[in-house]
């Protein structure tokens, strides 16, 4: 029997099942069966919708694993308590599941946008766009790599509206998700990254507790779970009343205030400044090195269809940071630092 009777101690769930159960979400809510598709057409799963399939192909693949050695801010951390960017992912994926779920959304879908978001990024935190961006005449930018990475290098066949929401899910990106799911997922990343970033600069001591400006503490609260849950009841409560996924005025100012506040004293200040150099440096070196030597560029890694320069970049945006590292000090750092010849050697 494909329907458990109420009395049985467990039910099958299947995918009509889900698909019936989504017809009751919010009327703004995606629906997987009425989802723009796939690249390439493929049967349907018996028991997942097309959107939880899709957020186990990204749980499962090679570029998601590679986030746990990825820097979110504090590059090449001392303590074991600093974020990544796998556990930023992680933190992002739960508020927008949060989001989704209070506001009557598809949870699946922004589960699946959350988790691939950030595996379009480069080693060294957001270092990427400012080192890869002058070899493009359009720039670089992670969430479009995330695009391609999915597309093209570890091709997963995702549905549009994912694809769409990894596009997009940068507050700078335009035009903005056309999923509500999206959209929860663009607010997700900033409630998470204000609340973990902050913690990690005191955690770091690069900020007290009395250099936090002190609107973003009256709105917020203290730094840590009461700053989320503010700005996702601010998100929640003003959505409903608005019928669009949006954030309440006060609480985005806050967080405004916030995010400005981060950039002047721990993004780009001190000591993550001058890393922050040294990391751009360091994809850039990697960079001319590959392609002044494109045969060291990995197959997998090859798209014979891009040209040169995309792809060395594919391969540079993939490494974790120790690995850029390593690959660094082996065919780089020998030319910079090699010892000046002897009397006698050839030069």
Known sequence: MSRATHDAPLARRDRAWREAQEEELAPLAARSARSRGRAEPEEPCALRTDFERDRDRVLHSKAFRRLK???????????????????????V?????????????????????????????????????????????????????????????EPLNLTWEVRDGIRAHSWSVDPPPATAEGECVRLADRIAYLSHDTLDALRAGVLSADD????PLRVLGRPGTEWVDAMVRGAVDHAARQGAVAMEPEVLAAMGELRAFLFERVYLAGENRRRHSEAVDTIRRLMDHLLANPHEVPDSYRDEQADLTTQCADFVAGMTDRYALALHDEVVRPRLFAPPPRLGDPT
């Open 69 to 91: 050695h990825k820097t979110q801010v504090f590059l090449d951390p001392e303590g074991d308590h600093f974020v990544t960017r796998l556990t930023h992912v992680l933190q």
């Open 212 to 215: 936090l400006p002190a609107d």
């Open 93 to 153: 994926t739960q508020v927008a599941r949060s989001l989704a779920r209070a506001l009557g959304l598809n949870e699946g879908l922004a589960e699946a946008i959350a988790l691939a978001h950030d595996c379009g990024h480069t080693p060294f935190g957001h270092t990427g766009e400012e080192a890869l961006g002058p070899y493009f005449a359009d720039g670089w930018h992670h969430a479009r790599q995330g695009v391609r990475l999915f597309a093209v290098l």
